[in-house]
């Protein structure tokens, strides 16, 4: 368990009711802000540059995987909205970003009907995006004696607002006139591509976020940072 006396490398909060959302939402955008650069004492990393686990898809005849991933757009992220109900138990994030993600990739097969073959780097720029998490939580007491808050499972959703833009290095082996019609096809038709393939991706940086909050939440104590 978590010493809540490791405060390292954090701003002093503010405390607000949990059930005030105004008073949440600015604290959370605060607290955001040093959270990002990591704070090792906590186990938490810097999400700067983040760093998710290889994407692996095999879906409607396509053969992708994505390795060496690293996300760029959280430092830039706008929490609107940090809300708390205690009845249900249940914490609400929302952001707004965009999101820039490098990676190597490998694919093979049919993209929903254009054969695809490939392998270098990638370039997936997905711009204006609005995340949310639906957190569940219990109330408990640590080792120390103080009561926290245990995240313990989420769910998310996602819109993308603005657009997604795709780019592959080297696809059909340089073959520049089957390159053009693949990328048009992606960049014309992104929200299909996006809502068809991107779950993968946004749910790894969602369990990062997530992963944050979790060891944040069991460093503190809860009566130190809330009224509830």
């Known amino acids: 368990m978590l010493s809540t006396q490791s405060t ?3 701003p002093p909060i503010k405390k607000c009711s949990l059930h005030n959302t105004t008073c949440l939402t600015t604290q959370a955008g605060i607290l ?3 959270l990002i650069n990591g704070i090792p004492e906590l186990g938490i990393e810097c999400l700067h ?3 998710i686990d290889d994407v692996n898809v095999k879906k409607m005849g396509l053969i992708y995987t994505m390795k060496n991933v690293e996300v760029e757009g959280l430092k830039d992220a706008v929490i609107d909205n940090l809300s708390v109900d205690m009845d249900l138990q249940t914490m609400r994030l929302s952001m707004q970003t965009s999101f820039i993600i490098n990676s190597d990739y490998t694919a093979d097969g049919v993209l929903l009907t254009l054969p695809v073959n490939g392998d270098n780097k990638s370039t997936i720029r997905i711009n204006d995006i609005k995340l949310e998490l639906l957190i569940l939580f219990d109330i408990v007491q640590n080792d120390e004696g103080h009561k926290i808050m245990q995240l313990t499972r989420y769910n998310y959703g ?9 780019y592959y290095k080297n696809v ?3 073959d520049e006139k089957k390159g053009k019609k ?5 960049n014309e038709y992104w929200r299909t591509m996006t809502h068809t393939y991107g779950d993968t991706i946004v749910g790894n940086i969602a369990d990062k976020i997530f992963n944050v909050l979790e060891l944040y939440m069991a460093s503190q104590n809860l009566n130190d940072i809330a009224t509830y």
Do not use: E, P
């Open 8 to 10: 390292a490398a954090l």
């Open 182 to 186: 693949l990328h048009s096809f992606l």
């Open 172 to 174: 059909y082996d340089n």
């Open 158 to 166: 996602f819109d993308v607002i603005g657009n997604t833009h795709y």
């Open 49 to 51: 540059k983040m760093r």
């Open 32 to 34: 955001k802000s040093y």
